[in-house]
């Protein structure tokens, strides 16, 4: 298994741009995450899926759209890049269970600066 | 009042020694609990649940305390390696939406 993966690793975009960030699982997973991760600010949830065709807003959501077509892809899209929205994306996923069975697996981020 | 909420150090320990990390949650009906380890500029990887009767994986110990509603990890022995950020993480009952804490940064010296 791939686990979950991202593409790109980094990138550098001029206010105003657009862009998808791509995140893919192979694990089946029914639960779909993304967080943004700020120096003093811990990890902030954006947007979330519990199945293909079911997304819903996170903690910080403006300027971010997201969509599921399948379980195992969770674009995130940035409409028109901000320079605040520079920081590291990490997309996550899990099964969509409680009791200690959502151990959450994350990729291995997107470094994303906006100029 | 964070959900979540954990002293961010850095606590600076030398080679060999013992610590202890606490964190602390706000609603009482959590029922997942885990400790996530976050490498820099890495992604956060589990490296412990937590269940109610504590619990030890090698030299890490985790323990709950639900009348006080937080959670603990204990690390003996200290390595260079376990340099790293520790996550805090609660999921409430009925929810499988993680709250993570900001976590607490740990510095090992020899």
């Known amino acids: 298994n791939a686990g979950v993966t991202q593409t790109p690793k980094f990138q550098v975009l001029k206010t105003g741009q657009s862009m998808t960030l791509q995140c893919a699982q192979d694990m089946n997973h029914e639960y779909m995450s993304w967080y943004r991760q700020d120096p003093g600010m811990g990890l902030r949830l954006i947007h979330y899926?519990?199945?293909?065709?079911?997304?819903d807003q996170g903690e910080v959501p403006n300027g971010y759209n997201v969509s599921r077509s399948t379980t195992e892809d969770f674009p995130l899209r940035l409409l028109s890049a901000a320079p605040s929205q520079t920081s590291v994306y990490f997309c996550a996923s899990s099964y969509a269970g409680t009791g200690g069975t959502n151990t959450q697996y994350f990729g291995p981020g997107t470094r994303l600066t906006v100029l | 009042r964070k959900e979540v909420e954990q002293d961010p150090g850095p606590f600076n320990v030398p080679e060999g020694a013992t610590v202890a990390f606490n964190c602390t949650y706000s609603n009482s009906a959590s029922q997942s609990f885990f400790w996530y380890r976050q490498d820099c500029r890495k992604e956060p990887k589990l490296l412990m649940s937590?269940?109610?009767s504590g619990n030890e994986d090698g030299r890490f110990t985790a323990q709950l305390n639900r009348a006080s509603q937080y959670i603990s990890l204990l690390i003996r022995d200290s390595k260079l390696s376990d340099s790293a950020t520790y996550l805090c993480v609660v999921t409430s009952g009925g929810s499988y939406i993680p709250t993570f804490g900001r976590g607490t940064s740990l510095i090992v010296h020899p």
């Open positions: 899926s519990v199945g293909a065709g079911i997304t």
């Open positions: 937590v269940y109610s």
